[in-house]
């Protein structure tokens, strides 16, 4: 930043600085209304090009679906947003200050993204309240591991999780004994323990129930605004059901963005028909 | 008060340290006040004996901590108990002065018989007991620290760090086996007289181990119990169950597994450094890669993820090889090998599992 950038911010009474903005995570500067930043990103395994100059915008608070063929790079997508692929070329980054491939894993996570795996994976050896408690957003140092308590509101959004996901009554049970569906809920709720800004969303209705589907349908949806929501589906009538009339849906295909616009512009593209009908 | 807040819930522990209670009270009685040729009599070489057991049991617990809640499958930990063991040695070389068969006051025998004129650097400080036990603590948590730095952060797991925990100790073993390392070499550490002024040979001593090794049982094992009770354990099963989630949900699991596997590591260096003027001699073959695997085995046959089965399996095993290598010696090793299989097809959950079950069901 340049010295003249940084007098007239300590001059002018309006300007708010990031780091006075009240909630978690509040580094994240989405000043220009984006929350997530994927430029010119590509990553190639082995010769295959799994991602080929991915250009992606996540607007703040927005529900985003991605749908594509198999192969189309989602996960690979995924992946990189939350450090565990480093791409080859591109840039990602979180807000305006935040270098997404500057971090690892860990340090992505406590900035505000949170992710759901496509095989729900919960800690099957722990309770339904146990879990949601790991996640609890707070520091991951050793000491503060050993020596936090809970404290009265962190309880209650606890409480308030475990209700949103339906699971209340099932709070003192192992997560190993859920039904599948329970286990995809159980793992949205640990991702909202963390307060995530941006919640990746990988399959969240695979092996669900109609009722199910209609549910988790609903729980995201409400979490929209607060929260940016991106869900990689394969399920056409609920990416339909999410994405109403005016969301917008985007479309990979071969690592790349093959078109985005809402669902009724995307159904009737000509390239996404060939895609996904064959020529 | 205290305890009793780390115990709840937790019924083999509340037994496991009653009934290490009674022994520290009971054993010393029966040992100095009951007549010898009495029915009640326990003569010192039990008590011996039991000490013995005792800090091979506080290693089993080290073991499962890493083990049982971390999933760290170590076949190393022996190098740990070791070390510790031999800083003890070194105190106790010390404490032998000119008492030695060449009666030299400044080096121990093996010095004096590779004609070396001065003690190595890294003998000096030994003399002095506080010191030693500074480095019964300090050794292998570096050691850990350090193997547990490189190996975690790498993201070693799995098959591949059992093998180098494996070839951590087989190096250790090679290397102390060379005179030139300065530790007596093949021979290793023994013939000591004194620790703290006692002698080693007197009854009075050999209680006092024992009722030291128990205490550090005991001590140890409410750490562990503390320790997993609290958050730090959920996130050590979480690491266990599903480590990339614990890592998406932001947790440095390269961070837990080291606090862990260091602590870990210290308390089997606690255990060999008590094991050590008990058995009165130390040497290369105790980092022999066998010994870790026994170690792993009474873990499993006591019971994994539950510290007293940790415990049950050490005592058990080892009073078992006791008899059977003193009466059937080609069996032992037959012995062993078929229990860890039966116990692996028939009870995955240990011998203190088969109590669980009962309590679950009652």
């Known amino acids: ?279 | 008060m205290f305890i009793m807040n780390a115990l709840k819930g937790d019924r083999g522990g509340q037994i496991l340290l009653g009934v290490l209670l009674v022994l520290v009270i009971a054993v010393p009685l029966l040992n100095l006040m009951v007549p010898a040729g009495h029915a009640l009599h326990v003569p010192t070489y039990t008590v011996t004996l039991m000490g013995k057991y005792l800090t091979l049991a506080l290693l089993a617990v080290a073991v499962d901590l890493v083990w049982g809640y971390l999933g760290i499958l170590t076949l190393g930990h022996a190098a740990f108990f070791a070390l510790g063991g031999y800083a003890m040695g070194m105190y106790l070389m010390r404490q032998i002065g000119d008492r030695g068969v060449y009666g030299n006051p400044d080096l121990p025998d093996f010095m004096v018989f590779l004609n070396w004129d001065a003690l190595p650097w890294f003998w000096s400080g030994f003399d002095q007991f506080w010191f030693a036990a500074l480095m019964v603590l300090l050794v292998p948590g570096l050691l850990a620290f350090v193997f547990g730095a490189l190996a975690f952060r790498s993201r070693v797991s799995g098959v591949y760090l059992s093998i180098i925990t494996q070839a951590l100790t087989y190096a250790l073993m090679l290397a102390f086996f060379r005179n030139e390392m300065g530790f007596g070499g093949n021979n290793g550490l023994t013939d000591f007289k004194e620790l703290l002024g006692f002698d080693l040979q007197s009854d009075q001593t050999r209680i006092g181990l024992f009722v030291a090794s128990a205490v550090a049982l005991m001590l140890g094992y409410l750490l562990c119990r503390v320790l997993m009770n609290g958050r730090l354990g959920r996130v050590c099963v979480a690491v266990r169950d599903a480590e990339s989630r614990a890592r998406f949900i932001g947790y440095r699991v390269e961070n837990v597994k080291l606090g862990v596997f260091t602590v870990s590591a210290m308390l089997a260096g606690i255990a060999g450094a008590l094991y050590v003027p008990q058995v009165g001699i130390i040497n290369p073959g105790e980092f022999s890669p066998l010994n870790s695997i026994e170690v792993v085995v009474w873990v499993a046959v006591g019971g994994r993820a539950t510290l007293y089965g940790a415990v049950v399996g050490a005592l058990v095993i080892n009073y078992a090889k006791t008899y059977f290598t003193a009466e059937l010696p080609e069996v032992w090793l037959f012995a062993l090998g078929g229990l860890f299989v039966l116990v692996t097809l028939l009870l995955p959950r240990g011998l203190t599992g088969l109590l669980r079950r009962k309590e679950a069901s009652a």
């Open chain 1, 1 to 279: 930043m340049k010295v003249a950038t940084v007098f007239e911010q300590m001059l002018d009474r309006e300007h708010v600085y990031p780091f006075m903005q009240g909630g978690p995570h509040r580094n994240i500067d989405v000043s220009h209304n984006v929350l997530l930043y994927l430029e010119g990103i590509s990553v190639s395994f082995d010769g295959f090009r799994a991602i080929n100059d991915l250009n992606l915008y996540i607007n703040d608070g927005e529900l985003r679906c991605i749908i594509g063929p198999n192969g189309a790079g989602k996960t690979t997508m995924m992946d990189i947003i939350t450090g565990k692929t480093t791409p080859d070329s591109g840039s990602a980054w979180f807000g305006q200050s935040i270098n997404l491939l500057a971090l690892d894993e860990p340090a992505i996570a406590q900035a505000g993204i949170g992710r759901k795996f496509q095989k729900p994976t919960v800690f099957e050896f722990l309770s339904v309240v146990e879990n949601l408690e790991l996640s609890m957003e707070g520091d991951r140092g050793l000491w503060s591991i050993i020596s936090s308590k809970l404290t009265g509101e962190q309880r209650d959004h606890l409480d308030k999780v475990a209700d949103m996901i339906g699971l209340a009554e099932q709070r003192a049970l192992r997560a190993g004994s859920l039904s599948h569906g329970q286990k995809q809920w159980l793992e949205i709720g640990m991702l909202l323990m963390q307060r995530p800004r941006l919640l990746l969303v990988d399959e969240p209705v695979a092996g669900m129930t109609h009722q199910e589907m209609d549910r988790t349908a609903e729980l995201l949806i409400s979490l929209a605004g607060e929260h940016s929501v991106v869900v990689v589906e394969h399920d056409m009538d609920f990416v339909r059901n999410l994405a109403g009339r005016d969301r917008t849906v985007t479309v990979l295909h071969q690592g790349s963005v093959l078109a985005e616009g809402t669902m009724e512009q995307v159904q009737n593209n000509r390239k996404v028909v060939e895609v996904y009908l064959g020529e």
